[in-house]
T-cell receptor, first 112, second 108 residues
Framework: DAGVIQSPRHEVTEMGQEVTLRCKPI?????LFWYRQTMMRGLELLIY????????DSGMPEDRFSAKMPNASFSTLKIQPSEPRDSAVYFC??????????FGNGTRLTVT | GIQVEQSPPDLILQEGANSTLRCNFS?????LQWFHQNPWGQLINLFY???GTKQNGRLSATTVATERYSLLYISSSQTTDSGVYFC??????????FGTGTRLKVLA
């Protein structure tokens, strides 16, 4: 079991640029989550997918953020255009039914 | 919504000491997990424990669902135990609510 795989591990970009974060959930997991972690706000749920369908995107900060899950083994979180206040660690997590939630190693995003 | 409170917020231990971390939650929950966020930022799943007691090496956890709390015990602490410990509860079908964490530092 390779765990939840995220890429890149670190991303540094300039304000206004597009950023795409990637996630491969654990095989067989049908629920996928994107979280954002900051010192001020802790861990925030951005969006939740079940069976590749977005179920709850109420945590997505604004229209600059979008997420897709084209198939069961891949999801992206895109920020366009990026702003300095988007700087944070972005985590992807997955689970299956009543099983534990497993996190990827996160992507540390810095927008200058 | 469900409130999750963790205590203490900060803890400093000498290597070899034991400690107990607490998680209180305000309503009945479907599940509870303990995570360790290590100094590299990784969130490691420690226990999946909606009720009862589990042990994994030097760590053990107990959840008393009827009284709405969970405890994480760390025995013979090591420097590698340093980091932040989060409790997360599942109130509905998918939304985990995270506590603000206990920041642990173990000194050599």
């Amino acid at each position: 079991d390779a765990g939840v795989i995220q890429s890149p591990r670190h991303e540094v970009t300039e304000m206004g640029q597009e950023v795409t974060l990637r996630c491969k959930p654990i095989s067989g997991h049908n629920s996928l989550f994107w979280y954002r972690q900051t010192m001020m706000r802790g861990l925030e749920l951005l969006i939740y997918f079940n069976n590749n369908v977005p179920i709850d995107d109420s945590g997505m900060p604004e229209d600059r953020f979008s997420a897709k899950m084209p198939n069961a083994s891949f999801s992206t979180l895109k920020i366009q255009p990026s702003e300095p206040r988007d700087s944070a660690v972005y985590f992807c997590a997955s689970r299956q039914g009543g099983s534990p939630l497993h996190f990827g190693n996160g992507t540390r995003l810095t927008v200058t | 919504g469900i409130q999750v409170e963790q205590s203490p917020p900060d803890l400093i231990l000498q290597e070899g000491a034991n400690s107990t971390l607490r998680c209180n939650f305000s309503d009945s929950v479907n599940n509870l997990q303990w995570f360790h966020q290590n100094p590299w930022g990784q969130l490691i799943n420690l226990f999946y424990i909606p009720s009862g007691t589990k042990q994994n090496g030097r760590l053990s956890a107990t959840t008393v669902a009827t009284e709405r709390y969970s405890l994480l015990y760390i025995s013979s602490s090591q420097t590698t135990d340093s980091g932040v410990y989060f409790c997360a509860v599942l109130g509905g079908t998918y939304k985990y609510i995270f506590g603000t964490g206990t920041r642990l530092k173990v000194l050599a």
